[in-house]
């Protein structure tokens, strides 16, 4: 049981600050979308590691918490290494976020307006940056 309220407990720690990051990082348009992918997400881990966890428990009763654990670190690790972008000291990566500031339109920056909003002087308005990779001198 004790295992059982720290692996709630940590569940906790991570849904809380995604939906809290998803509701202030997104525009309100769009939040219904992002939302359901999350949803989506999240239930397809929880369909592979409900059976997963109902062969461990079937087939390694002492330990199967553990192995699970071990399962999970492994996948995490593996995720980690094939989605982070290279750390490469000289290169920078817009994120991609909804989000306003004054701006002007160049090489970098470049995105459709809705009808009245001038391109050519500085205005803001809620936009994304794409993840676009570049190199500095």
Same mark, same amino acid.
């Given at each position: ?20 990051? #998803? ?24 369909? #592979? ?12 009763? *002492?330990? +199967? ?23 490469? *000291?000289? *290169? ?7 989000? +306003?500031? +004054?701006?002007?339109?160049? *090489? ?12 050519? +002087? ?16």
């Amino acid at each position: 049981m004790v295992l059982w309220l720290v692996a709630g407990i940590g569940q906790n720690f991570v849904n809380l600050p995604t939906q809290t990051l #998803i509701a202030d990082r997104i525009t309100t348009a769009m939040q219904g979308r992002v939302y359901g992918a999350h949803f989506a997400w999240s239930h397809l881990w929880w369909g #592979i590691s409900y059976p997963l966890a109902g062969w461990l428990g079937s087939n390694f009763a *002492e330990g +199967e918490f553990f192995y699970g654990s071990l399962i999970g670190l492994m996948l995490l690790g593996v995720v980690q290494l094939i989605l982070s972008p290279p750390a490469d *000291e000289n *290169e920078h990566v817009h994120a991609n976020l909804w989000h +306003e500031h +004054e701006h002007i339109h160049d *090489e970098h920056h470049q995105h459709n307006h809705h009808p009245g909003i001038p391109s050519g +002087e500085p205005h803001t308005h809620p936009h994304q940056h794409k993840r676009i990779r570049h190199s500095h001198p």
